[in-house]
Nanobody, 120 residues
C-alpha cells in the first residue's frame, strides 16, 4: 500500500503561481512512476504531468512551458510547479503513484486531491 498526501492548492489570480506537493509513504520502493492529474467540474480527469522514477518526465500540451514536475527522492515527494496560471487551470489536482510488485502486478494509488482555483 502507498499513501499519498497532497498540499499546496489554493486561490490565485490569473498569472500567478502555485506549487503543489505530494508526499508518498508506505511501500514507496514499489513506486515506478508518479504524476499529477486534474479534474475540472463537469469534465473528465486528465493527466497533467508525470515522472518515471529514475527516468523521464512528461507534460501535457495544455500546460507545457508553464508547469514543471520534479521529485525529491530522499523525501519521496513529487512537486508540480505551476506558473502563469490561467482560469482554465481551475480544477481539483490529484497525485497519482503507479507501483509494480515482484510478480509484475501493477497498481495505482491516488491522493485525496487539492483544489486549485484561478480567478480572472
Amino acid at each position: 500500500q502507498v499513501q499519498l498526501v497532497e498540499s499546496g492548492g489554493g486561490l490565485v489570480q490569473a498569472g500567478g503561481s502555485l506549487r503543489l506537493s505530494c508526499a508518498a509513504s508506505g511501500r514507496v520502493f514499489r513506486i515506478s512512476a508518479m504524476g499529477w492529474y486534474r479534474q475540472a467540474p463537469g469534465k473528465q480527469r486528465e493527466s497533467v504531468a508525470s515522472i518515471i522514477i529514475g527516468g523521464s518526465t512528461n507534460i501535457a500540451d495544455s500546460v507545457k512551458g508553464r508547469f514543471t514536475i520534479s521529485r525529491d527522492g530522499a523525501k519521496n515527494t513529487v512537486f508540480l510547479q505551476m506558473v502563469s496560471l490561467k482560469p482554465e487551470d481551475t480544477a481539483v489536482y490529484y497525485c497519482n503513484a503507479a507501483t509494480v510488485d515482484d510478480l509484475g502486478r501493477r497498481n495505482q494509488y491516488w491522493g485525496q486531491g487539492t483544489q486549485v482555483a484561478v480567478s480572472s
